[in-house]
């Protein structure tokens, strides 16, 4: 069993379509105090060693933390673009690169996993950055990364949510794409396949 603490109920069926032949995921909603930090990594790690702890210390949990960041404006709004959407909204930072030649940008994201194998002896890689990796409090957590390029756009398409009707990635806006071709293609979707890669190899679940 794996939580994902989120209160999205898309990420959790993202989560299952790569996770739910090696274990079952499980919404856990909480909220963890979300660290002031220009590093995703970071972010995410502080989420999942919290989250784990909240939960009992026993079911490994994940968390994921994304940002868009654009290549003109130096990769803002980047882990700051949740709340740059609900305060300026989508359409405003589109008119902040409306006029720029340059409109190249990126969605990433990390997915953090915390259990509680933290005395292990040393941290690896595990496909990921290990951002955290052992502390001495019996939390181990690592971090997988996943990344796609597109650039910004005038706002398209119906579907989706948050950014993506101003993303394009090979012609198209996330919010152009079904749901399944989305996933297939996300930064989040990418960064779920090393996860599962990793639980793959045999690490504690």
Known sequence: ????????EGKVREAEAYLAEITPVEQFDYDYVEVQSDDLAEIAAHGAREAFEAAGGETPVIVDDAGLFVKSLGGFPGPYSAYVEDTLGIERVWRLVERETQRRAAFRCVVAYADGE????EASDGGGSDADGR???????????????????ASRGEGGFGYDPIFEHDGRTFAEMDTAEKNALSHRGRALAKLADWLADGEPR
């Open 135 to 153: 502390d001495g409090s019996g939390v181990r957590v690592e971090t997988f990364s996943g990344a796609i390029q597109g650039r910004i756009v």
């Open 1 to 8: 069993m794996l939580r994902f603490v989120t209160t999205n």
């Open 118 to 121: 933290g005395n292990d002896a």
